[in-house]
């Protein structure tokens, strides 16, 4: 850290000399542009960029499948405007998991291919990606689908199993969306501002997409399940029925806190979807006890697979009702 002392020129205005080796470092000289964001009490300062689009390379020889899926995904969440995949020569199997990978992101889209690379570029705008609507989405989608996969274990409904995990990918889309957005605004002061959140409420809004996206695999877990087992007696449907109206309680209570703008509500249910969990993890047990009953093995082991992703879906609920807590705090 270094100090400057403030010097008044012009006998109005303001005056304060920036560090020369940061000057250097950032190409900032006599005549150079510097922009300022204020945040509250804080003032950042950073160097004006010609080029506002970030571009990224990245060398794909030798990359497939997972992997180079992976690598596509990266580039997008760390942020990068345009991103060229090069190699000494491009497989056609390579376009392919690149084209397959850009359909589930957010905005990115395939602009050059030539044998030596492919050029992909993000065509929205920061301003137009509202991290708000994307989690308030994320909501409504994997809740419904933790629903929708309890009904189709129930009620021996396949395709009802199998849209609901076709829908795990829109959560991902939008889980990336979200992580793109915070680390963008971790790495550039002035898209909080574009975006219209502080950049607190953006880390909490992502710690909690994250949750988000946990639940919708585990959704997803059950409607695999459901999918691998037949039809479930009354009293077990009984009691898992009523262990997911539980369960979901705690999600749903911590979101409601997690967007309340009034801090005390906010607190108040992040609060009471808290005070749920031990409740569902007794109801939980008692489930448990209830299919260790079952006469068959195999069945019992899958329910209690599901049993354990409903507890989990609770738990991270808690995790969003903590992240609720820390947005409705007051800033020291």
Not at 119 to 143: K, P, W
Not at 171 to 182: G, T
């Amino acid at each position: 850290m270094e100090t400057r002392k403030v010097q008044v020129t012009g006998g109005s205005t303001y005056t304060v000399s920036l560090p020369k080796d940061w000057a250097t470092e950032n190409d900032v000289s006599a005549g150079s542009v510097v922009e300022f964001h204020s945040e509250e009490d804080v003032l950042l300062l950073s160097p004006k960029s010609e080029n506002e689009r970030e571009e990224g390379a990245i060398d794909i020889d030798g990359l497939e499948g997972d992997q180079l899926t992976r690598a596509v995904m990266t580039m997008y969440v760390s942020g990068f405007d345009v991103i060229t995949f090069e190699a000494s020569r491009v497989t056609a199997g390579q376009r392919r998991t690149i084209r397959e990978a850009t359909q589930g992101l957010v905005g990115l889209e395939v602009i050059e291919e030539t044998g030596e690379r492919v050029v992909l570029q993000d065509l929205l705008d920061s301003s137009e990606l509202s991290v708000h609507n994307a989690i308030t989405r994320m909501r409504l989608v994997s809740m419904t689908m933790l629903s929708d996969a309890v009904t189709a274990l129930l009620e021996n409904d396949d395709e009802l199993a199998h849209d609901v995990i076709e829908r795990d990918d829109d959560v991902d889309r939008l889980w990336y969306m979200v992580s793109r957005v915070f680390r963008t605004v971790l790495r550039n002061p002035a898209a909080a501002t574009e975006i219209g959140f502080p950049r607190e409420t953006v880390f909490d809004y992502q710690s909690s997409a994250r949750q988000l996206e946990r639940i919708a695999d585990h959704a997803t877990k059950i409607a695999t399940i459901s999918l691998e087992i037949g039809p479930v007696n009354d009293s077990v449907a009984s009691t898992l029925s009523e262990l997911q109206d539980a369960a979901v309680t705690v999600p749903e209570t911590a979101m409601d806190a997690l967007l309340e703008d009034d801090p005390d509500r906010a607190v108040e249910l992040a609060t009471e979807a808290r005070s749920d969990l031990p409740d569902i993890d007794n109801r939980a047990r008692d489930v448990d006890d209830v299919i260790r009953g079952l006469d068959e093995p195999e069945l019992a082991q899958s329910l209690g697979l599901v049993v354990d992703s409903l507890s989990r879906t609770a738990d991270y609920g808690g995790n969003i009702a903590e992240s609720a807590l820390q947005k409705a705090a007051p800033s020291p």
